[in-house]
């Protein structure tokens, strides 16, 4: 793929700013290609941030064909870039399309794309610690069509924007509420990719919990609801008796977090036990008030690993380690993030520098 770079002139160029908050302030430059059936992938190019121009017909805002990904690029010690695992990003990036019967991308394409494009802004990724230029590609239907059925031209874009912790709170413990009525997704439906539609049906029962002050929503299983599977923004893991790390097994409506996986490759190797199994609420639930739960934390890409404080199901709380971050999320982030940022070794082969 040839891109054509239309790149602002250096001195109408910004740079990260002091105040750096989660997805609020976006980079000089994005990516775009162009897809038309019979025609395929074309016009890559990178060019100064700004407004796209859709038909108001467009497949995108009726039917909800859109997919999107999020990654982060780290400011290393010798002032370099490090991508995490974009390969991964990539790769589930065409699974959803191909689940949302849209175009795939070429991958390796797609990554020398987000390099150009970090490459190009580099003044815009932090220098800060916990700080990163988080990275959202995304592809949308734009052909104007109303009618159901797949859309024949799509857009692929990619934008960036500097990002400090994703929770306000940073490392501290999050609260987090179990919905007990509603539910996110289904086994057989889109709760594996990573579609806008599967973060719309959690928006409701999101700014419910919010009002009683909790951070987050676990969700449990469309057809049960006994059975974790995700809290909205990241995988959910519990560990019991300081030593083993159980995540709830991918069932089809879970996503498979790239974090979620390097959580399960990194903790062996610090002499953690992990297991994927169907996790049962109540037993949870049971668990935490035996005292066999010492830890329960979350992990994605935007928030990394953070603790949970506690969860709560209807009228009832129950606190995990007195609200405190345990040592096993403790060790996890510092593993994680020192891999990330360049500060320890790389032992699988998961950085890709930039430059």
Known sequence: MTIDIKAL????????????????????????????????????????????????A?????????????????????????????????????????RMVMPEV?????????????????NWVPDREGSSLYIRPAMIATSPKLGLGAAASYLHFIITGPAGPYFEQGFDPVSVYIADVFRRAVVGGVGEAKTGGNYAASLYMSEEVAQKGYTQVLWLDAIEGR????????????????????????????????????????APTLGYEVAEERVDIHQVLADIDEGKITEVFGCGTAAVVSPVGMLAMKDRQYLINDNQPGPVAEKL?????????GLKDDPFGWIVPVD
């Open 106 to 122: 070429d991958e390796a394409a797609h990554i020398e794309a987000l390099k150009a494009l970090v490459g190009l802004d580099r």
């Open 9 to 56: 002139p250096a001195d109408k160029r910004g740079s990260c700013p002091e105040d750096i908050r989660f997805g609020t302030v976006f980079s000089d430059h994005m990516f775009t290609q162009v897809y038309d059936g019979g025609v395929g992938w074309h016009d890559a190019t990178i060019e100064p941030y700004g407004h796209f121009s859709l038909d108001p």
């Open 58 to 98: 467009a497949a995108v805002l009726h039917y909800g064909q859109e997919i999107f990904e999020g990654l982060k690029a780290y400011r290393r010690p010798d002032g370099g870039i490090n991508l995490f695992r974009p390969e991964q990003n990539a790769r589930r990036f065409n699974q959803s399309a191909s």
């Open 227 to 266: 059975y974790v599977e995700e809290v909205g923004a990241m995988n959910i893991c519990f560990v019991y008796e300081n030593q083993k790390i159980v995540t709830p097994e991918l069932t089809g409506s879970i996503l498979a977090g790239i974090t979620r996986d390097s959580v399960l490759q990194l």
């Open 333 to 341: 982030f510092a593993e994680l993030t020192g891999i990330q940022y």
